[in-house]
């Protein structure tokens, strides 16, 4: 299950984190980011335990998209110990994400 992360609850949530924190920046206009949605939440199935997934709105969180330097849609970040280890900017299916992850 996606968590929905936000500047509200991103320090405590996801900085913090004991677990790695997969991070998809989404926006409800961008195409891609709903055709990558299925694969986010499939990889959030097999990951569970190891990690945790979540997605922010980058409408509702400009401030932390600037923050992060996110410039395109859909971006995937994963945040180890407060610190972002992978970033990917794009469309990515199931297996191109499951092997991104499994090399976290």
């Known amino acids: 299950m996606l968590e929905t992360f936000s500047a509200g609850n ?8 004991n677990l790695p924190v997969v991070v998809g920046f989404w ?15 499939d990889a959030a199935r097999a990951g569970q335990g190891r990690m945790r997934f979540g997605a922010v709105s ?18 995937v970040l994963v945040v180890r110990d407060g610190e972002v280890s992978v ?11 499951r092997r991104m992850l499994d090399d976290c």
Do not use: F, Q
């Not at 980058?58 to 859909?74: C, H, I, K, S």
């Not at 970033?87 to 994400?97: A, D």
């Open 10 to 17: 991103w320090d405590r949530e996801v900085l913090k984190s």
């Open 27 to 41: 926006a409800e206009w961008c195409v891609p980011c709903h055709i990558a949605a299925p694969a986010m939440e």
């Open 58 to 75: 980058y409408d509702e969180n400009v401030e932390l998209a600037r923050r992060y330097d996110v410039r395109g849609l859909p971006t």
């Open 87 to 97: 970033r990917r900017v794009g469309l990515m299916g199931r297996k191109e994400l």
